[in-house]
């Protein structure tokens, strides 16, 4: 059975790691909102993680030494992100998987680069994350301008003429991914009737929903979460409007159609092929599925981020975070999601955003390419 001890900030109280590991144990880190309003993404995080060290463990550990996993919760706050980050770093640990929020991976990153920790980030995508230079950071998933381009051609396609609307929720990622794919859209000239922000934790979305009725919106884009999207979707629906929504890949997990109800029916959002169809995937997610866990949205991604470390540090004959960064970037990888390689700047080498949309009964599918 996997080891996990969880920590965090709450009430800013003083954080502190346990010291029952062994020496010879190897500890390593999953951290992201493990509490909070995006805490279910925290949970597929948690869930990836957990099951990649019990099947490494299994496996005979890393290096011939059993690894120990430690889990941080920086409930999405920017602030608590890099104490989480500092507080792992003082403990030597050597590869951290997260954060969620590109709000905390950015802080979090410069931390861990001080610190000497190997970041590797299952689901930030502001392009940010990677374009500082710093020697230790990789994402497993894409990025905000390769997501925006997709959103924005699939707009263009089925829009055409139509009034769009851009709302973000002034996060680094929802206001960075709200931004992306309105500069695909006016590069293609096509120019939206709003561009308005909001503030994440907001409930009332009624002057913004009367205001979209005002201007006769099509296409609402949502730049943010899914408890805001989910709540803009009912309130718009309860002033009569049928305007289409279409959203990120933060609107990846059935907590939003918990929100909604049947009302999701014909909601966009973007995200790479589903993980759970690959033939890579099929025998890990037999796994997850006879554990009553689905795993969905980033759960695979942080599976993968894990084999990615655990190979390269085999192949490197070490753990020391530089080495075991150098031969990542230097090789390909097997993993859940595939065979993965990264560039020098810590990105996946392919674009692999498409389409989903949810139904009236709280599942979702990925539109076919020829629609």
């Given at each position: 059975?996997?080891?996990?001890?969880?920590?965090?900030?709450?009430?800013?109280?003083?954080?502190?790691?346990?010291?029952?590991?062994?020496?010879?144990?190897?500890?390593?880190?999953?951290?992201?909102?493990?509490?909070?309003?995006?805490?279910?993404?925290?949970?597929?995080?948690?869930?990836?993680?957990?099951?990649?060290?019990?099947?490494?463990n299994a496996a005979g550990g890393v290096l011939g030494k059993k690894?120990?996993?430690?889990?941080?919760?920086?409930?999405?706050?920017?602030?608590?992100?890099?104490?989480?980050?500092?507080?792992?770093?003082?403990?030597?640990?050597?590869?951290?998987?997260?954060?969620?929020?590109?709000?905390?991976?950015?802080?979090?990153?410069?931390?861990?680069?001080?610190?000497?920790?190997?970041?590797?980030?299952?689901?930030?995508?502001?392009?940010?994350?990677?374009?500082?230079?710093?020697?230790?950071?990789?994402?497993?998933?894409?990025?905000?301008?390769?997501?925006?381009?997709?959103?924005?051609?699939?707009?263009?396609?089925?829009?055409?003429?139509?009034?769009?609307?851009?709302?973000?929720?002034?996060?680094?990622?929802?206001?960075?991914?709200?931004?992306?794919?309105?500069?695909?859209?006016?590069?293609?000239?096509?120019?939206?009737?709003?561009?308005?922000?909001?503030?994440?934790?907001?409930?009332?979305?009624?002057?913004?929903?009367?205001?979209?009725?005002?201007?006769?919106?099509?296409?609402?884009?949502?730049?943010?979460?899914?408890?805001?999207?989910?709540?803009?979707?009912?309130?718009?629906?309860?002033?009569?409007?049928k305007t289409v929504m279409m959203a990120g890949d933060a609107m990846?997990?059935?907590?939003?159609?918990?929100?909604?109800?049947?009302?999701?029916?014909?909601?966009?959002?973007?995200?790479?092929?589903?993980?759970?169809?690959?033939?890579?995937?099929?025998?890990?997610?037999?796994?997850?599925?006879?554990?009553?866990?689905?795993?969905?949205?980033?759960?695979?991604?942080?599976?993968?981020?894990?084999?990615?470390?655990?190979?390269?540090?085999?192949?490197?004959?070490?753990?020391?975070?530089?080495?075991?960064?150098?031969?990542?970037?230097?090789?390909?990888?097997?993993t859940v999601l595939g065979k993965l390689s990264f560039d020098a700047?810590?990105?996946?080498?392919?674009?692999?955003?498409?389409?989903?949309?949810?139904?009236?009964?709280?599942?979702?599918?990925?539109?076919?390419?020829?629609?």
């Amino acid at each position: 059975m996997t080891s996990i001890k969880l920590f965090g900030l709450a009430l800013g109280a003083t954080l502190a790691l346990s010291t029952t590991a062994f020496a010879q144990d190897i500890n390593v880190a999953v951290a992201g909102p493990m509490t909070g309003s995006e805490a279910a993404f925290g949970r597929q995080l948690a869930n990836g993680a957990d099951l990649a060290v019990a099947d490494l463990n299994a496996a005979g550990g890393v290096l011939g030494k059993k690894l120990v996993l430690q889990t941080g919760d920086d409930a999405c706050d920017p602030k608590q992100a890099r104490s989480v980050a500092e507080k792992l770093a003082s403990a030597k640990v050597p590869f951290v998987a997260g954060h969620f929020c590109s709000s905390s991976s950015i802080p979090a990153s410069e931390a861990y680069a001080d610190g000497n920790v190997l970041q590797i980030t299952p689901a930030s995508t502001n392009p940010l994350f990677t374009e500082r230079k710093l020697w230790n950071v990789l994402r497993i998933c894409g990025r905000d301008d390769q997501q925006g381009g997709v959103a924005a051609e699939y707009i263009l396609k089925h829009f055409k003429g139509k009034n769009i609307a851009i709302l973000n929720d002034k996060t680094t990622y929802g206001k960075g991914l709200a931004d992306e794919t309105k500069k695909a859209l006016n590069k293609a000239g096509v120019q939206e009737k709003i561009f308005e922000s909001y503030n994440k934790g907001d409930k009332d979305f009624n002057s913004i929903v009367s205001r979209l009725k005002r201007e006769n919106i099509d296409l609402v884009y949502i730049g943010g979460y899914y408890l805001e999207a989910g709540l803009i979707l009912r309130q718009m629906r309860d002033q009569g409007l049928k305007t289409v929504m279409m959203a990120g890949d933060a609107m990846n997990d059935r907590e939003f159609a918990s929100i909604t109800g049947p009302l999701a029916a014909g909601t966009l959002f973007t995200f790479g092929p589903d993980p759970r169809n690959k033939p890579t995937a099929k025998a890990i997610v037999e796994k997850f599925k006879a554990k009553n866990v689905d795993p969905e949205g980033y759960t695979l991604y942080t599976y993968a981020a894990f084999q990615v470390w655990s190979q390269a540090a085999t192949k490197a004959g070490t753990t020391d975070p530089k080495k075991v960064m150098a031969a990542i970037k230097a090789g390909e990888w097997d993993t859940v999601l595939g065979k993965l390689s990264f560039d020098a700047k810590g990105d996946i080498k392919m674009i692999d955003y498409v389409v989903y949309k949810w139904d009236d009964k709280g599942n979702y599918a990925e539109v076919a390419a020829e629609n």
